[in-house]
């Protein structure tokens, strides 16, 4: 049976909350730049749609419970700050590259930098809950792998 993850509750669900609200977001903002105006900047409509995808898995990793799902949580929110950074500096200074702003655009400017403070957010959160989240998937997992006595 599987363990029930702490990371849903208290200030966890206002995480997931937000993941959400930018999971939609950036999923509309994507989708409508995309269809409407794709050639006229199609690595930052590109980008858009990578940075709504990475909100999706966030979201549902911090929701379901397990190792698999914390792991996921990590390198997804690893990701996201780093693209972040580096499309809020690039962003900054080659204009050119984006001719359009993404979700990530100026360090998330468009969303009151609610890209930049989140995934500094999850990372504490995660971090914070590393032994009750990073739980095994299956309670048969829990068992000893060695058979040798402890005194041997």
Known sequence: MATRSSLATGI???????????????T????????????FAPFAYTLSAVAAVVYIVAMIALIVPGRFWYRVACVTIVFEMTGVLVIGT???????????????SYYG???AFAPLVLPAAGLWWLRKHH????????AATDAPTSTVPAGE
Request: glycine residues 10%; hydrophobic residues 50%.
């Open 12 to 26: 966890g669900r206002v995480l997931i909350a937000v993941y959400g609200v930018l999971a939609l977001a950036a």
């Open 28 to 39: 509309g903002r994507s989708v409508v730049q995309i269809i409407e105006k794709f050639d």
């Open 90 to 104: 690039l962003s900054l200074f080659d204009r050119a590259l984006f001719p359009d702003d993404t979700i990530w």
């Open 109 to 111: 400017l468009g969303y």
């Open 131 to 138: 032994r009750t989240a990073g739980a095994p998937d299956n």
